[in-house]
């Protein structure tokens, strides 16, 4: 097995998408995907695991879903607002942590008067595709 090479890449040389624009028009979550396999200019580990900056500006929504097979890891960097995560809703903020497990439903919403950013770190299962199964 041929090691890893070390790599790195500042934010800024990622530019921001909107990843469900085309099959969710109000899903209105920004991504910039500094780890993943998919994605050019992007630094690629085995394809299990992926880091994602997300944005959502005031007002905006991440939609109710869940994902069949991949974890997700948050963690707040600025602003605020409601993370939904199964029954409960929670305020996110910067510091906040949460562990969504595969199969979880989640959704974010900005309630608060500036942009909201947050880390999420997917593990997906080995040789599986992201999967979304959207809710609303």
């Given at each position: 097995?041929?090691?890893?090479?070390?790599r790195?890449?500042?934010e800024?040389?990622?530019?921001w998408?909107?990843?469900?624009?085309a099959v969710?028009?109000?899903?209105?979550?920004?991504?910039?995907?500094?780890i993943s396999?998919?994605?050019?200019g992007a630094?690629?580990?085995?394809?299990?695991v992926?880091l994602?900056?997300t944005r959502?500006?005031?007002g905006?929504r991440?939609?109710?879903?869940f994902?069949?097979?991949e974890t997700?890891l948050?963690?707040?960097?600025q602003?605020?607002?409601?993370?939904?995560?199964?029954?409960k809703v929670?305020?996110a903020r910067?510091?906040?942590?949460a562990?969504?497990?595969?199969?979880t439903?989640?959704?974010?919403f900005?309630?608060?008067?500036?942009?909201?950013?947050?880390a999420?770190?997917v593990?997906r299962s080995r040789g599986?595709?992201?999967?979304?199964?959207?809710?609303?």
């Amino acid at each position: 097995m041929t090691p890893s090479k070390a790599r790195s890449l500042t934010e800024t040389d990622i530019p921001w998408q909107v990843p469900n624009q085309a099959v969710r028009p109000a899903d209105k979550t920004k991504v910039k995907a500094l780890i993943s396999e998919d994605v050019p200019g992007a630094l690629g580990l085995d394809g299990r695991v992926s880091l994602n900056l997300t944005r959502l500006d005031p007002g905006e929504r991440h939609l109710l879903h869940f994902h069949k097979t991949e974890t997700i890891l948050y963690y707040v960097l600025q602003g605020q607002a409601k993370l939904t995560l199964g029954e409960k809703v929670i305020e996110a903020r910067p510091g906040v942590a949460a562990y969504v497990p595969a199969g979880t439903n989640h959704a974010v919403f900005n309630d608060g008067a500036a942009p909201f950013l947050m880390a999420a770190f997917v593990l997906r299962s080995r040789g599986k595709e992201l999967t979304t199964e959207w809710l609303e």
